[in-house]
C-alpha cells in the first residue's frame, strides 16, 4: 500500500520558517519524482517546488529564493524548507510522488502564516 504522510505544518508569523517532510511508503522512492503543491480556499492546487529522481530542481517564481526542496533517498523523505514566509503562502501543502503513470498524494498538511 502506497501511503505518503506530510508532517511540519503550523501557524508561523510572517517572516518564520517552517520544514515540511514526507516520508513514502510502498514505492521505489528513490525513482519517484517528488513535489510539493498547495491549495488555497477557492483556488486551484499549484505546484510550489518539484525535485527529480536526479536531484534536479524547479520552483514557482513566487516562491524561488524563500523555499528549497530536497530528498533523502535512504529515508524516503522528501523536504520543504520554507523561509521568508508570507500571509500568501497560507494554504494546505500537499506531497506528491510521479512516476510514468503512477501518481501518488499526500492527505496534506496545513500551513497558516498570521500574526
Known amino acids: 500500500q502506497v501511503q505518503l504522510v506530510e508532517s511540519g505544518g503550523g501557524l508561523v508569523q510572517p517572516g518564520g520558517s517552517l520544514r515540511l517532510s514526507c516520508a513514502a511508503s510502498?514505492?521505489?522512492?528513490?525513482?519517484?519524482?517528488m513535489g510539493w503543491y498547495r491549495q488555497s480556499p477557492g483556488k486551484q492546487r499549484e505546484l510550489v517546488a518539484a525535485?527529480?529522481?536526479?536531484?534536479?530542481?524547479n520552483y514557482a517564481e513566487p516562491v524561488k529564493g524563500r523555499f528549497t526542496i530536497s530528498r533523502d533517498n535512504a529515508k524516503n523523505t522528501v523536504y520543504l524548507q520554507m523561509n521568508s514566509l508570507k500571509p500568501e503562502d497560507t494554504a494546505v501543502y500537499y506531497c506528491?510522488?510521479?512516476?510514468?503513470?503512477?501518481?501518488?498524494w499526500g492527505q496534506g498538511t496545513q500551513v497558516t502564516v498570521s500574526s
Open positions: 506528491n510522488g510521479h512516476l510514468v503513470t503512477y501518481n501518488y
Open positions: 525535485i527529480g529522481s536526479g536531484g534536479s530542481t
Open positions: 510502498g514505492i521505489r522512492f528513490s525513482m519517484y519524482a
